[in-house]
């Protein structure tokens, strides 16, 4: 998820937080429900980017493996 959408979706629930107050008894499963939606579309895309970090991550090991450090610590030791 997109930084500018999920400051979009935190800012709808700060909104829904701001008006469950004032909102009819009626109403309230109805914003609940809402709040839940968009805290579960937050979840997916951070679950998402963790996911896309941890590949990369991992990438970049497979990488630091291959490179022969031997020369620099050579280097460092003189």
Partial sequence: MK???LEERLA???G???T???VPD???VSVLERAVALLAEVNAGLEEGLRASEGEARELG???ER???GPFD???ER
């Fill in 16 to 18: 829904l937080a701001e």
């Fill in 26 to 28: 009626e109403e309230v």
């Fill in 12 to 14: 709808e629930l700060e």
């Fill in 62 to 64: 497979d990488l630091l």
């Fill in 67 to 69: 490179v022969d450090f």
């Fill in 74 to 76: 050579e280097a460092l």
């Fill in 20 to 22: 469950l107050d004032g």
């Fill in 3 to 5: 930084v500018e959408r």
